[in-house]
Nanobody, 115 residues
Framework: QVQLVESGGGLVQPGGSLRLSCAAS????????MYWYRQAPGKERELVARISSRFYTNYVDSVKGRFTISRDNARNTVYLQMNSLKPEDTGVYYC?????????WGQGTQVTVSS
């Protein structure tokens, strides 16, 4: 069983920064890709960033150059550093992993970008 717990969300002004964390329990962390998704009000959940077990990263075009995903396998934690935040970044941010058969999701953390 894998549990994921996100933290670090909040209210921030446009142009500001936040760092999200996702702490994972379970032994698969270092062998698994980790993902950050977000869901804006009235919209479908979208993939924001991915980091492989070998630290390769991918981003949705709208966050490239502003967001950075990273992982600390010693702490079983994945991070999402978000800079130059825009109102359209508002939403609930979720981390996810999988073991090839099952997906595991955190409960989400709210990010609101507003003046």
């Amino acid at each position: 069983q894998v549990q994921l717990v996100e933290s670090g969300g909040g209210l921030v002004q446009p142009g500001g920064s936040l760092r999200l964390s996702c702490a994972a329990s379970g032994s698969i962390f270092s062998m698994s890709a980790m993902y950050w998704y977000r869901q804006a009000p009235g919209k479908e959940r979208e993939l924001v960033a991915r980091i492989s077990s070998r630290f390769y990263t991918n981003y949705v075009d709208s966050v490239k150059g502003r967001f950075t995903i990273s992982r600390d396998n010693a702490r079983n934690t994945v991070y999402l550093q978000m800079n130059s935040l825009k109102p359209e970044d508002t939403g609930v941010y979720y981390c996810k992993t999988d073991n090839g058969d099952l997906e595991y999701w955190g409960q989400g953390t709210q990010v609101t970008v507003s003046s």
